[in-house]
């Protein structure tokens, strides 16, 4: 995979924000996501504004993000990391987000409770 494929191109933008959301910066979703982004998680919202107010709220936007792996292709980049709340027991996570024209287009997730060093 050369710097200059979509799947490379996608990888890096997702490494980017992913690493300024796990530091704190939600807003740096606003630059990232499509205005009409769709949302696939049931109970949460589509359409950027409302998905980053939701998250701003959501346990991921305060929890410690620990990247395990990222895969990408020309569409697609899929994250596994360990989402750690506050004072909370880890959650490991599958996030598979689809790019369109550099920006994400969609989102689906799965969520697994995970006990202590089984990560």
């Not at 109970?43 to 410690?64: E, K, Q």
């Not at 994250?79 to 369109?100: C, Q, S």
């Amino acid at each position: 995979m050369t710097e200059t494929t979509g799947a490379a191109a996608n990888r890096r933008r997702f490494l980017d924000a992913f690493s300024r959301f796990a530091g704190g910066d939600v807003d740096v979703l606003y630059s990232v996501l499509r205005e009409d982004f769709v949302e696939h998680s049931p109970g949460n919202p589509s359409g950027r504004d409302a998905f980053v107010d939701f998250i701003r709220t959501a346990p991921v936007a305060g929890a410690r993000l620990d990247l395990k792996r990222v895969v990408a292709d020309d569409e697609y980049v899929v994250a596994h990391y360990l989402m750690t709340e506050p004072g909370g027991a880890g959650t490991a996570v599958v996030d598979i987000w689809r790019f369109e024209a550099g920006l994400i287009a969609e989102h689906w997730d799965v969520v697994q409770p995970v006990a202590d060093g089984m990560f």
